[in-house]
């Protein structure tokens, strides 16, 4: 996650969204810490791995919408300049 917001810091350009992506990759690795040392209570391991899943993919949806969003927007100021 890390990896795809500095790959796209020149389109993106959002500090916002770094900041964003390092939080949920340490939430990521935290997490794997503590399904894998046995930390979580087996009842609520379930909850607790699609809640995390949400956050994984929500953040693949935001990467892009703001992707697709400054691509729009992109284009739009190529056809005023025409």
Do not use: C
């Not at 990759?25 to 609520?44: D, K, N, R, S």
């Not at 809640?51 to 100021?77: C, D, E, P, R, S």
């Amino acid at each position: 996650m890390i990896i795809i917001a500095l790959e796209f810091k020149n389109i993106i350009k959002s500090r916002t969204f770094e900041n964003f992506s390092v939080s949920v990759t340490v939430l990521h690795v935290v997490m794997f810490w503590l399904i894998y040392a046995g930390f979580i209570p087996q009842e609520f391991n379930g909850l607790i791995q699609r809640l995390w899943a949400i956050l994984t993919m929500g953040w693949f949806g935001i990467a892009a919408h703001l992707i697709v969003q400054q691509y729009i927007l992109g284009n739009k100021a190529l056809k005023a300049d025409s």
